[in-house]
């Protein structure tokens, strides 16, 4: 089966940091990859989405990469905010009609 | 414009009952999906309707079903509830022709089975 693993659970890091996520998938690489953020007792925000056949994205500070050689994603946030601390999902997208599979996500907490 | 509405916001159900959840999507949106989300296995994929179809399914018991309405609003059932059933289960909309798109998740549904 197609798994999505985001191997830390929780991140802590100091307002101003870079935070650095990192998701990996198996076997045959994604269509695409998703990134949202959910904050507690509330559904998950869509992010990003960045192509299997793209190396990055960005929006403002946030930056995704897509390597398929590694089977990997890395998700970052420059001058991270304690406002930037949620739980922050990846997800695998095959074509258009499969569904969307996330990963159990990693939990970002950023200290002032 | 109005976003994706879950109804209702928290339930409390005894073992054995049955439990319809429901889901309006963004006006436009033909594509449905649902998950459970539990501490322990996160968010898990349990099916999607696309145009009154069910496109995808995850892998839950046959007590887990679901069907969409013309309008793109859907509902999930959960018959004889079991105390594992206990989660947040979310609903997600795109627009689900063609894409990639971003899904617009709601704020779920809390359901405790006791």
């Known amino acids: 089966s197609q798994k999505i693993e985001q191997n830390s659970e929780a991140l802590n890091i100091q307002e101003g940091k870079t935070a650095t996520l990192t998701c990996n998938y198996t076997n045959y690489s994604p269509a695409y990859l998703q990134w949202y953020r959910q904050d507690p007792g509330r559904g998950p925000v869509f992010l990003l989405l960045?192509?299997?056949?793209?190396k990055e994205k960005r929006k403002e500070r946030l930056k995704v990469t897509f390597d398929t050689t590694l089977k990997q994603s890395l998700f970052h946030i420059t001058a991270s905010q304690p406002a930037d601390s949620a739980t922050y999902l990846c997800a695998r997208g095959g074509q258009a009609g499969t569904a969307l599979i996330f990963g159990k996500g990693t939990t970002l907490s950023v200290s002032s | 414009k109005a976003g994706v509405t879950q109804t209702p916001r928290y339930l409390i159900k005894t073992r054995g009952q049955q439990v319809t959840l429901s889901c309006s999507p963004i006006?436009?949106?033909?594509?449905v999906s649902w998950y459970q989300q539990t501490p322990g296995q996160g968010l898990q994929f349990l099916f999607e309707y696309f145009s009154e179809t069910q496109r995808n399914k995850g892998n839950f018991p046959g007590r887990f079903s679901g069907r969409q309405f013309s309008n793109s609003r859907s509902e999930m059932n959960v018959s004889t509830l079991e105390l594992g059933d206990s989660a947040l289960y979310l609903c997600?909309?795109?627009?689900?022709?063609?894409?990639?798109?971003?899904?617009?998740f709601g704020s779920g549904t809390r359901l405790t089975v006791v």
């Open positions: 997600a909309s795109s627009l689900g022709d063609r894409g990639p798109y971003g899904y617009t």
């Open positions: 960045i192509r299997e056949n793209e």
């Open positions: 006006s436009g949106h033909r594509s």
